[in-house]
């Protein structure tokens, strides 16, 4: 064999050996304590300095009685970061269909108090491209979102009556959607009408697996820009999603707040927590995995590791104030 065939052999062979190589755990960071000094903490330990204008994406919560993350717990890190809270409209009848009634709830919820709330899909939307072109090819989205540089994907953790459960996958695709763009998804692209909105003809899987797609052309969209952070608050953990104004009262006792910069890694820790958190008095973790069985919805992380957007590998890091690490 001459030298040279030899060199080229070794160095493809090289080159295999470290395209086979898995990748490092992402590293998901936790914290027991729910305060806005722990909220606003676990966030600067992410590392990332924001930049240019500032989207903090939450979910404003259908009534009063929504376990929606409150202003109180939110507002120390909306401030710090001088972030604009950002919605889009929902696409059922309800408190926040329209961007007055949207307008009117926000300012009811106190988050007027804190920051300025913009509807994103108030003058329309816009389309961003999906690499994952399964179920359809483009991503319709408030068209305000073309105004911000940075995206912190603030979302509340809890169960969901479609999806199984939310987090930042979930406030990532249905929450940035259009209202028709919600439908968009909910139907994996049979529909972009509301009055379609929560019909399935391609079933429970492409439903989840249109969020996991949307939600990997959110992040791609800040990619290009100046980048994201993804934080899971794990409180008030209802089978319930936030978008029910009579939600069920929580079984399971508050857990924490999770933060990453792998959306896929921090639900999937999320996930763990529930399922490996048991259960005694007071402090019941099975209707919450019923729910997420029933809905099979832990196949969305599953599917978001298949077309690129995380992994479902992690470390967790607790920062938990006076604990020894």
Not at 270 to 299: A, K, Q, Y
């Amino acid at each position: 064999m001459k030298r040279g065939t030899l060199t080229s052999l070794t160095l493809g062979l090289a080159l295999a050996a470290i395209a086979q190589t898995p990748s490092a755990p992402a590293k998901v960071y936790f914290t027991s304590e729910i305060t806005p000094e722990s909220l606003l903490s676990i966030y600067k330990t992410l590392g990332v300095e924001p930049q240019g204008n500032v989207a903090v994406k939450i979910s404003t919560g259908e009534s009063e009685k929504s376990n929606h993350l409150r202003p109180e717990l939110i507002g120390k890190l909306v401030k710090d970061v001088n972030g604009t809270i950002v919605e889009c409209n929902t696409a059922y009848g309800g408190n926040r269909s329209t961007t007055a009634d949207h307008r009117r709830a926000i300012e009811q919820r106190g988050y007027g108090k804190i920051a300025t709330v913009d509807i994103m899909d108030a003058d329309g939307e816009m389309v961003l491209p999906m690499k994952d072109t399964t179920w359809f090819a483009g991503n319709l989205v408030g068209d305000h979102l073309a105004n911000y540089d940075f995206l912190i994907n603030l979302a509340h953790f809890k169960g969901h009556a479609m999806g199984g459960f939310g987090g930042v996958l979930k406030n990532q695709s249905i929450g940035i959607a259009s209202a028709d763009g919600k439908a968009r998804i909910h139907t994996a692209g049979a529909y972009s009408d509301t009055a379609h909105a929560f019909e399935q003809p391609y079933g429970q899987d492409a439903f989840l697996e249109s969020m996991a797609g949307a939600a990997q052309s959110v992040h791609d969209y800040f990619a290009d820009r100046k980048g994201m952070v993804y934080i899971n608050v794990m409180n008030n953990l209802s089978v319930d999603c936030d978008c029910n104004g009579h939600p069920d009262a929580p079984k399971m006792k508050d857990i924490g707040i999770l933060a990453s910069l792998d959306p896929v890694a921090l639900d999937k820790a999320c996930l763990d927590l529930v399922f490996g958190h048991g259960h005694s008095e007071g402090d019941d973790n099975r209707p919450l995995i019923e729910r997420i069985e029933s809905r099979h919805g832990t196949h969305i992380v599953d599917y978001a590791e298949k077309i690129g957007l995380g992994s479902k590998k992690y470390d967790l890091i607790d920062i938990t104030a006076g604990k020894e690490r």
